[in-house]
């Protein structure tokens, strides 16, 4: 997958937010490889209690139905005839993801190497997820980026979560920073729509979501993973601009 070509011409580019003032970052799946995690977490407790008859979900329906989504969401998804039983179930199976990432969180590959490039700059950065809260500072503690991310938006301490742009809205206001000099960075369908509807261009990672919903979503472009060539062409792009504030000062 190349660039969206179709799309860019519209909105901005990387290199048009010279000079860049922030960077957000969704955190499952963004940060760190961690949709595996969830895809069997739900598929062991739903087939457990003999949901879809017990046939174990697939990947299409964990796409379609989960990734990315707020947790009332996919319980509304799940349950629609017992919202309160779908709450508990997740609260459950939220327990069981926190398990299992805590034995086996990878990073996605490069993702040391961008943060390093955004220190450097002196940039703003934000985490905003969809995750619950004990997932999210689990994920992002586990990860050692702490220190890393100024602050942590979560879609439940906004009105509306992903794909709505509020949680990505609140980012930019928490920061002190404009939506045109900030990019975002997400792995998701309802996350890239949330990052566009806030007026950002979004880099989309490719790491498990098919590359055609994800551009159907209208990333600036698609990367598999924060070493790919055509994010750092842009990076580099970016820094001959005018960089960052505190570079450009």
């Known amino acids: 997958m190349t660039t969206g070509e179709n799309s860019v011409q519209s909105k ?3 290199p048009d937010l010279a000079p860049l003032e922030a960077v ?25 209690i003999g949901f ?41 199976k939220e327990a069981m ?14 993702l040391y190497k961008l943060t390093k490039w955004i220190e450097e700059r002196g940039l703003k950065r ?16 586990k990860l050692g980026l702490k220190a890393f991310f100024d602050v942590v938006i979560l879609g439940s301490d906004c009105e509306r979560a992903k794909p709505y742009p509020d949680p990505y809205l609140k980012a930019l206001e928490v920061l002190k920073v404009s939506k045109d000099h900030t990019f975002v960075c997400e ?25 055609n919903l994800l551009m159907e979503a209208d990333p600036t472009f698609l990367v ?17 601009k005018g960089g960052s504030l505190k570079t450009a000062a």
């Open 12 to 14: 901005k580019s990387i």
């Open 24 to 48: 957000l970052f969704d955190v499952d799946g963004t940060l760190c490889d961690s949709d595996p995690l969830h895809h069997y977490a739900f598929r062991e407790m739903l087939q457990e």
């Open 52 to 92: 879809n008859n017990g046939v174990p979900i697939d990947e299409e329906f964990f796409v379609e139905n989960i990734a990315g989504k707020h947790n009332h969401d996919i319980a509304m998804r799940l349950f629609p005839d017992d919202i309160p039983r779908g709450a508990k179930f997740l609260e459950d």
């Open 97 to 110: 993801f926190r398990r299992l990432a805590s034995e086996n969180l990878p990073p996605i590959k490069g």
């Open 126 to 141: 934000a985490a905003v997820t969809n995750a619950p809260k004990q997932n999210a500072e689990m994920m992002i503690s």
């Open 187 to 211: 792995d998701s369908v309802s996350g890239i729509k949330a990052g566009v509807a806030a007026g950002m261009p979004v880099v989309g990672l490719a790491t498990r979501n098919p590359e």
């Open 224 to 240: 598999k993973d924060y070493e790919d060539p055509k994010l750092w062409a842009a990076l580099e792009e970016l820094d001959k």
